[in-house]
């Protein structure tokens, strides 16, 4: 059974409008959550996290909310750029594990110019 | 920039025959993993390390083993391999204890196995 869940396999967005990547989740005892970004042929990278004791994250375009009470998070890229077209994945940690990400199964992010 | 190093990249090998996937970090990581992906599915923990001579299964259940004899080197090994292994093989390590330390990952190795 997922339990983190990407429901959307792919996004298509025009350049400079605002990409939404979407998040869900079923184990309450997570409380630490990642985004990566991976492009083809490579390995995933690190792109931006959020502890569950914080509702939003922002680095430079990238933002994250959590809504814990929901079990949902989301990324904002804002302004999109054709660059940032990749498959992004979610995951999640438990609380107390050393390590061990819980995967979604990604979303593919087109970014048309 | 990878400072996590995998070999091969790509891999076509018979039933039957004896594989290592090597993996090394240049980065001082004591804590090291293996994941596994099909296409279009989620990345499975197969193996863990949190240092020298400790080695973990992971999440999903997996026919390879591995070794942790340096902190830099944790190569993956299938004794013969099957057409069931036939995936995408990502190792990663990461620095600190503790929640706030995200995975680097290498670029992965693409196995088929005929």
Same mark, same amino acid.
């Given at each position: 059974?997922?339990?983190?869940?990407?429901?959307?396999?792919?996004?298509?967005?025009?350049?400079? =409008?605002?990409?939404?990547?979407?998040?869900?989740?079923?184990?309450?005892?997570? +409380?630490?959550?990642?985004?990566?970004? @991976?492009? *083809?042929?490579?390995?995933?990278?690190?792109?931006?996290?959020?502890?569950?004791?914080?509702? @939003?994250?922002? +680095?430079? =375009?990238?933002?994250?909310?959590?809504?814990?009470?929901?079990?949902?998070?989301?990324?904002?890229?804002?302004?999109?750029? *054709?660059?940032?077209?990749?498959?992004?994945?979610?995951?999640?940690? =438990?609380? #107390?594990?050393? #390590?061990?990400?819980?995967? #979604? @199964? #990604?979303?593919?992010?087109?970014?048309? *110019? | 920039?990878?400072?996590?190093?995998?070999?091969?990249?790509?891999?076509?090998?018979? $039933?039957?025959?004896?594989?290592?996937?090597?993996?090394?970090? !240049?980065?001082?990581?004591?804590?090291?993993?293996?994941?596994?992906?099909?296409?279009?599915?989620?990345?499975?923990?197969?193996?863990? &390390?949190?240092?020298?001579? %400790? $080695?973990?299964?992971?999440?999903? &259940?997996?026919?390879? $083993?591995? %070794?942790?004899?340096?902190?830099?080197?944790?190569?993956?090994?299938?004794? &013969?391999?099957?057409? %069931?292994? !036939? %995936?995408?093989?990502?190792?990663?390590? &990461?620095?600190?204890?503790?929640?706030?330390?995200?995975?680097?990952?290498?670029?992965?190795?693409?196995? !088929?196995? !005929?």
């Amino acid at each position: 059974d997922q339990q983190v869940k990407q429901n959307s396999p792919s996004l298509s967005v025009q350049e400079g =409008r605002i990409s939404i990547l979407n998040c869900d989740y079923t184990n309450s005892m997570f +409380d630490y959550f990642l985004w990566y970004k @991976k492009y *083809p042929a490579e390995g995933p990278t690190f792109l931006i996290s959020i502890s569950s004791i914080k509702d @939003k994250n922002e +680095d430079g =375009r990238f933002t994250v909310f959590l809504n814990k009470s929901a079990k949902h998070l989301s990324l904002h890229i804002v302004p999109s750029q *054709p660059g940032d077209s990749a498959v992004y994945f979610c995951a999640a940690r =438990r609380g #107390g594990s050393q #390590g061990n990400l819980i995967f #979604g @199964k #990604g979303t593919k992010l087109s970014v048309k *110019p | 920039e990878a400072d996590i190093y995998q070999t091969p990249r790509y891999l076509v090998i018979g $039933t039957g025959k004896k594989i290592t996937l090597e993996c090394s970090q !240049t980065m001082g990581h004591d804590k090291m993993y293996w994941y596994q992906q099909d296409p279009g599915m989620e990345l499975h923990l197969i193996h863990y &390390s949190y240092g020298v001579n %400790s $080695t973990e299964k992971g999440d999903l &259940s997996s026919e390879s $083993t591995v %070794s942790r004899i340096r902190t830099e080197h944790f190569p993956l090994t299938l004794e &013969s391999a099957r057409p %069931s292994h !036939t %995936s995408q093989y990502l190792c990663a390590s &990461s620095a600190r204890e503790g929640w706030d330390s995200p995975l680097h990952f290498g670029n992965g190795t693409r196995l !088929t196995v !005929t």
